[in-house]
């Protein structure tokens, strides 16, 4: 069956460093989001790209890069990680065909604390 | 500011009880998402409305969208434990009706059902 994974499911990293959460979808769909998600906000959208090679930002980008260069996967870098970067985040990926709003399928979300 | 609204933020009921969650969007809406999360998962599609007016049912879960007034509700009837969780709203943002999607969410509405 068609799925949309991430990876590592949950990460403990040190202030400074790089790291990056991969998210991987296997129906072939165009379009790829990343949000976050903290109490009391709610989920925010970080980065999200149509398509190969199109990536956009998203309401809190600061700190955060992506890269399309397939259409299966959208890496989530954080160049310098950061305490305010600790957070649950969530990728989804959607097939837009241009007639209309069509469902969203999530990840089960990666667990990131910054110490 | 946030772009959709969402109410109330918790509610607490006890089983066998109706509800009602609402979203307010501040924009205009081409697509209207209602999904469910559970504690430390990912989310779980409940049902996507397009059109004014428009009413979905799936088991005792009803949506509802009225375009004119940029809302939507989710009514549960006759609540069991199982209904229990987070409840999110998502928008579809897209400049044209025909453009590409950008999907953003409201901060929730955390639903306990006591036995």
């Known amino acids: 069956d068609a799925e949309i994974t991430q990876s590592p499911r949950h990460k403990i990293t040190e202030t400074g460093r790089q790291v990056t959460l991969a998210c991987h979808q296997t129906?072939?769909?165009?379009?790829m989001f990343w949000y976050r998600q903290d109490l009391g906000h709610g989920l925010r959208l970080i980065h999200y790209?149509?398509?190969?090679?199109?990536?956009n930002k998203g309401e809190v980008s600061d700190g955060y890069s992506v890269s399309r260069s397939n259409t299966e996967d959208l890496p989530l870098t954080l160049e310098s990680a950061a305490s305010s970067q600790t957070s649950v985040y969530f990728c989804?990926?959607?097939?837009?065909?241009?007639?209309?709003?069509?469902?969203?399928?999530f990840g089960q979300g990666t667990r990131l604390t910054v110490v | 500011s946030q772009e959709l609204e969402q109410s109330p933020q918790s509610l607490i009921v006890q089983e066998g009880k109706n509800l009602t969650i609402n979203c307010t969007s501040s924009?205009?809406?081409?697509?209207l998402y209602w999904y469910k999360q559970k504690y430390g998962e990912g989310l779980i599609f409940l049902m996507m409305?397009?059109?004014?007016?428009e009413e979905k049912s799936h088991e005792k879960i009803t949506a509802k969208l009225d375009e004119k007034k940029q809302q939507s509700s989710l009514h549960i009837t006759a609540s069991q434990p199982s209904h229990a969780g987070i409840y999110l709203c998502?928008?579809?943002?897209?400049?044209?009706?025909?453009?590409?999607?950008?999907?953003?969410f409201g901060k929730g509405t955390k639903l306990t059902v006591n036995p």
């Open positions: 998502g928008a579809d943002r897209r400049i044209t009706q025909g453009g590409s999607e950008k999907l953003v």
């Open positions: 790209s149509y398509g190969v090679q199109d990536t």
């Open positions: 129906w072939n769909h165009n379009n």
């Open positions: 409305l397009q059109k004014g007016g």
């Open positions: 989804a990926s959607s097939y837009n065909p241009g007639q209309g709003p069509t469902e969203a399928f």
């Open positions: 924009k205009t809406l081409y697509g």
